[in-house]
């Protein structure tokens, strides 16, 4: 079994570190959080006093952070300084693509490989080791990442080169963004037309309206009995991180010259649901303020 560093231990990472110690692996465990650090002891991980400490001697370095500069300032100002040469870096962050790019050609230049891994699943996911992984990096990169993010995902898509993942992440959440105010608006036009919720969802949801933000994550009570709407929107995935995967979407646009006027108001309407202190919420909430309320 390896000895894994592993930094950032929030609600998407403790999980995560969890089921790699559960695989037997080693796992060094370092956060910011006192109490994350002793969550993850308590599922196995060892503490690490500080990142230098985590990735000493280790084989794997795996990070779960909130945001680029997170990223390049963990990578860049700690971690391929401290790591042995030959050590894999795997990020599984959601962040920008030009860091993922610029983290990973420092990696290559001291010696290590590296892939971005951003993933999908949100925090059920994380827990019961199902996640969908979205991997960036060389062939021989990803072969050596798979067998750690198989202990940790269920599906795992090598999307290309360095900050290939990062790419398809944006991308896939910014459909998910887009459908999510699609089906939260047919929802509320329904409401006022006097079409029942449940009639709805039962024609939607078996015709071309169907979508994963209807039949898995539907915004209203009732239909799917498993989403966050019928636990009053305690969140699975944040309207939060849902607006800032819309503004990274949205960044890499200009930078590519792109144009996504769909995705740039759904970013201005997460921006105001967010805004207006809900950002705890989870993302389908955002139906509430679609209905007024």
Partial sequence: ????????????????????????????????????????????????????????????????????????????????????????????????????????AAAAKAGMEMVDAPVSGGTGGAAAGTLTFMVGGADAAFARARPFLEKMGKNIVHAGGSGNGQAAKICNNMILGVSMLAVSEAFMLAKRLGLDAQKLFDVASTSSGQCWSLTTYCPVPGPVPTSPANRDYQAGFTAAMMLKDLLLAQEAARAANATTPLGAEAAQLFSLFVNSGRGAQDFSGIIRMLDGK
């Fill in 1 to 104: 079994m390896a000895r894994i560093a592993f930094i950032g231990l929030g609600n998407m990472g403790g999980p995560m570190a969890a089921n790699l110690a559960k695989a037997q692996h080693q796992v060094a465990a370092y956060d910011l959080s006192d109490q994350a650090v002793a969550a993850a002891v308590a599922n196995g991980a060892s503490k690490a006093a500080s990142i230098a400490d985590a990735v000493k001697g280790a084989e794997v370095v795996v990070t779960m952070l909130p945001a680029g500069k997170h990223v390049r300032e963990v990578y860049e100002g700690t971690v391929i300084g401290a790591a042995a040469k030959g050590t894999l870096l795997i990020d599984c962050s959601t962040i920008d693509v030009e860091s993922a790019r610029v983290v990973a």
